[in-house]
């Protein structure tokens, strides 16, 4: 069974720009989370979809986003990007909304800002 | 919100001996409580799981306590081993899907 794919690896941009980082969940999970983990710092929750729907959002600006599409994959967007957002992000995925469930990640998107 | 922390930062130990990772959390509600183990160039790997409603739980050398008055868990692996050398972050879960991580421990197992 494959698990949790993101892609792309790295992805190098420069301040302003807009990132698209994107998620396919284990084959049968309809819940996705996105995290963001910081140079030697622990993952802190961006987002959470299940069902095409937003269920829940961390601490972050507006211009992180994303959506989920009808196969469960999703993407994240990050918009006007900040020296700052320099980060792993983790793509993580669950059986489904009850409370809960196992998260299964994937090895995440190394995003760098020149 | 809930708040994890994560005690120590690093642990080195020798190989065969035993590595324990406390963590501690502050929303009551908190009910799922994950223990993940990342290695270098990878994404965390889930390696064991315990619910409020058990106090202890074992896989193989691997085993997790929870303490719900006191609010702490606790990893302890016994026997270590080189390849259990890694990033080891604690979690927790108060049922709205709402993971809160703590900042990870690195183990160092030496041979």
């Known amino acids: 069974e494959a698990g949790v794919t993101q892609s792309p690896t790295h992805l190098i941009k420069t301040r302003g720009q807009q990132a698209t980082l994107r998620c396919s969940p284990i084959?049968?999970?309809?819940?996705v989370y996105w995290y963001q983990q910081a140079l030697g710092l622990g993952l802190q929750f961006l987002l959470w979809?299940?069902?095409?729907?937003?269920?829940n959002r961390g601490n972050f600006p507006p211009r992180f986003s994303g959506r989920q599409f009808p196969n469960y994959s999703s993407e994240l967007n990050v918009n006007a990007l900040e020296l700052e957002d320099s980060a792993l992000y983790l793509c993580?995925?669950?059986?489904?909304?009850?409370?809960?469930?196992?998260?299964?990640f994937g090895d995440g998107t190394r995003l760098s800002i020149l | 919100g809930e708040n994890v922390e994560q005690h120590p930062s690093t642990l080195s130990v020798q190989e065969g001996d035993s590595a324990v990772i406390k963590c501690t959390y502050s929303?009551?509600?908190?009910?799922?409580f994950p223990w993940y183990k990342q290695e270098l160039g990878k994404g965390p790997q889930l390696i064991i799981d315990?619910?409020?409603?058990?106090g202890e739980k074992k896989d193989q050398r691997i085993a997790v306590t929870l303490n719900k008055t006191a609010k702490h868990f606790s990893l302890h692996i016994t026997e270590t081993q080189p390849e259990d050398s890694a990033v080891y972050f604690c979690?927790?879960?108060?049922?709205?899907?709402?993971?809160?991580f703590g900042a990870g421990t690195r183990l160092t197992v030496k041979p």
């Open positions: 993580a995925s669950s059986l489904g909304p009850a409370s809960n469930q196992p998260q299964h």
């Open positions: 084959s049968g999970h309809t819940s």
């Open positions: 979809y299940d069902e095409g729907e937003e269920r």
């Open positions: 929303d009551s509600a908190s009910n799922y």
């Open positions: 315990i619910r409020s409603n058990v």
């Open positions: 979690a927790a879960s108060n049922g709205n899907n709402d993971m809160r």
